[in-house]
């Protein structure tokens, strides 16, 4: 029987737990709400509540011979991810997992201006995210580069999917950066991101990382509209690059001002991906049923 650990067993990490499951795995999950964890032990997971800002509140973990998969989202400011740190700080007392798969993101690369990135490309991001992202990539690698562990790296794009729509930002009529303006940006249905998480675990070699999207790259303000047709909707304002620097959070002002188009695939061709979300209409059509 496989063991799996999921650390941050949230959105998508109770997909590839539920999937797991399914498969006959026995599988612990991690979780910091006290609500996640009456969910996941309702369905029959092993849960433990854990907050992984300080070292001394994550349990000990048995991780020898498990696959361990860390969704845990960087701490807000700064330029290092110190959550990713203590995990690895947490796992160094143990016998070694079989791997790790980290699930990182595309903000990790330099801007483009629209320019093709792989797996290869630079990573110098320009946002902190980006910087955390990538702070807690060189994290995993460096503990499993100590302890001969393998460690695959998943870098998603922008993921939606049931309950995972901007219908809030579309319902309050947020403001648009103008289609003019919008370079392309990339995404991938929850399912497919959950599938390629598992088929990471199977497929993915030591210092394997993978760009996750599913190829069909559109800008932001495309996005938005198209869930607001979906939805019945009227579409959001646009603003220009200039009047949304004011008007937007910072954090969607850096969605909006980066832009580049990820190729993927080495996630197709390597681990056998065969998206059942190729494109948005076929995704936001999924996540509206």
């Given at each position: 029987?496989?063991?799996?650990?999921?650390?941050?067993?949230?959105?998508?990490?109770?997909?590839?737990a539920?999937?797991w499951k399914?498969?006959?795995?026995?599988?612990?999950?991690?979780?910091?709400?006290?609500?996640?964890?009456?969910?996941?032990?309702?369905?029959?997971f092993?849960?433990?509540?854990?907050?992984?800002d300080?070292?001394?509140?994550?349990?000990?973990?048995?991780v020898?011979d498990?696959?361990?998969?860390y969704?845990v989202?960087?701490?807000?400011?700064?330029?290092?991810d110190?959550r990713?740190r203590?995990?690895?700080?947490?796992?160094?007392?143990?016998?070694?997992?079989?791997?790790?798969?980290?699930?990182?993101?595309?903000?990790?690369?330099?801007?483009?201006g629209?320019?093709?990135v792989?797996?290869?490309?630079?990573?110098?991001?320009?946002?902190a995210?980006?910087?955390?992202?990538l702070?807690?990539?060189?994290?995993?690698?460096?503990?499993?580069?100590?302890?001969g562990?393998?460690?695959?790296?998943?870098?998603?794009?922008?993921?939606?999917?049931?309950?995972?729509?901007?219908?809030?930002?579309?319902?309050?009529?947020?403001?648009l950066?103008?289609?003019?303006?919008?370079?392309?940006?990339?995404?991938?249905?929850?399912?497919?991101?959950a599938?390629?998480?598992?088929?990471?675990?199977?497929?993915?070699?030591?210092?394997?990382?993978?760009?996750?999207?599913?190829?069909?790259?559109?800008?932001?303000?495309v996005?938005?509209?198209a869930?607001?047709?979906?939805?019945?909707?009227?579409?959001?304002?646009?603003?220009t690059?200039?009047?949304?620097?004011?008007?937007?959070?910072?954090l969607?002002?850096?969605?909006?001002s980066?832009?580049?188009?990820?190729?993927?695939?080495?996630?197709?061709?390597?681990?056998?991906?065969?998206l059942?979300?190729?494109?948005?209409?076929?995704?936001?059509?999924?996540?509206?049923?």
């Amino acid at each position: 029987m496989k063991k799996i650990i999921i650390a941050g067993c949230g959105y998508i990490g109770t997909r590839v737990a539920r999937t797991w499951k399914e498969n006959g795995a026995e599988v612990t999950c991690l979780v910091r709400s006290s609500e996640r964890q009456s969910t996941l032990l309702s369905e029959g997971f092993t849960t433990l509540s854990c907050r992984f800002d300080d070292l001394a509140d994550i349990p000990t973990l048995d991780v020898a011979d498990c696959i361990v998969y860390y969704f845990v989202p960087p701490p807000g400011g700064g330029i290092a991810d110190f959550r990713a740190r203590n995990f690895c700080s947490a796992l160094s007392g143990s016998a070694s997992p079989a791997r790790i798969i980290y699930i990182s993101a595309t903000s990790v690369y330099s801007e483009t201006g629209g320019g093709v990135v792989t797996e290869t490309s630079p990573t110098a991001p320009a946002s902190a995210m980006g910087k955390r992202r990538l702070d807690a990539e060189h994290a995993f690698r460096e503990y499993g580069a100590t302890i001969g562990l393998p460690v695959i790296i998943l870098r998603v794009s922008g993921i939606y999917g049931p309950g995972r729509l901007p219908l809030m930002q579309i319902q309050q009529g947020q403001q648009l950066l103008r289609e003019e303006e919008a370079g392309p940006s990339n995404r991938i249905h929850a399912d497919d991101l959950a599938r390629v998480c598992l088929a990471a675990a199977e497929k993915g070699q030591a210092g394997d990382i993978f760009n996750v999207s599913d190829g069909h790259p559109s800008s932001m303000t495309v996005y938005f509209n198209a869930c607001a047709d979906a939805l019945g909707l009227p579409r959001q304002p646009q603003v220009t690059m200039g009047a949304a620097r004011q008007v937007m959070s910072p954090l969607m002002f850096s969605y909006v001002s980066e832009s580049r188009v990820v190729d993927n695939s080495k996630m197709i061709e390597k681990l056998g991906i065969a998206l059942r979300y190729p494109s948005l209409a076929e995704g936001i059509g999924a996540s509206l049923g």
